[in-house]
């Protein structure tokens, strides 16, 4: 079946450092969303990505979508106490399904 | 904008009882809403899907006679955990699309935390 991989699980980097986190599908993708979630809190839409290659920035967080459509990459840059989190990619289920299948998400620690 | 308020954020019921969690579109309509569980450093699996004025589709595995969705209006959701068991313990959240621009994504409830004792 469909499945979204994300590396690395955990993650933790001194502030300051950089951090990347992978996603690849199983299938191509129409889309891929980027989500982050605070600990003991709920997800919060990032972003969305639809076309191949696409390069989106926020401050110090740049995403990428694979030319394939089957992979992306979630970068930040110098990074903040407040990154911390675990970041999901997620995307539409195959068949165009408005459902979503989400990675397992990357914990980061960011040590100040 | 795009908010969606779910309640009860934590709760703690005896084994047996029953569990009504709300999730209610704050500014927009959402005629479908998604339940996700979430187990502790794991992440979000699909339970069912919600639709407005029908049924609502549950996925594989998960028991719709235990797991009560009701999507009375376009916006309001509500799941009920019948009979709960200390196996049903964990984090439910709800979440619906939103559309922003050019973008969409799925805006999450901000989760509700059953502990069955």
């Known amino acids: 079946g469909q499945q979204v991989m994300q590396i690395p699980q955990y993650q933790h980097v001194q502030e300051g450092e950089d951090f990347t986190t992978y996603c690849n599908s199983s299938?191509?993708?129409?889309?891929i969303q980027w989500y982050k979630q605070r600990p003991g809190g709920h997800p919060v839409f990032l972003i969305q990505?639809?076309?191949?290659?696409e390069v989106k920035k926020q401050k110090r967080l740049t995403f990428q979508f694979g030319e394939a459509k089957k992979n992306s990459s979630l970068h930040i840059t110098a990074t903040q106490t407040t990154d911390v989190g675990t970041y999901f990619c997620a995307g539409p289920r195959e068949g165009g399904s408005e459902k979503l299948v989400f990675g397992k998400g990357t914990k980061l620690t960011v040590n100040p | 904008g795009a908010v969606v308020s779910q309640h009860p954020s934590r709760v703690i019921c005896k084994s047996g009882t029953s569990v009504k969690i709300e999730c209610r579109s704050l500014d927009f309509q959402a005629t479908t809403m998604f339940w996700y569980r979430q187990f502790p450093k794991k992440s979000l699996m699909l339970m069912a899907t919600s639709n407005e004025g029908s049924k609502a589709t549950y996925e594989q595995g998960v028991e719709k006679d235990k797991f009560l969705i009701n999507h009375a209006s376009l916006t309001l959701s509500t799941l009920t955990v019948t009979s709960a068991h200390p196996e049903d313990s964990s984090f439910y959240i709800c979440?619906?699309?939103?559309?922003?621009?050019?973008?969409?994504?799925?805006?999450f409830g901000s989760g509700t935390r059953l502990t069955v004792v």
């Open positions: 299938t191509t993708l129409s889309n």
């Open positions: 990505l639809v076309k191949s290659g």
């Open positions: 979440s619906a699309i939103f559309n922003r621009g050019t973008n969409y994504g799925y805006t």
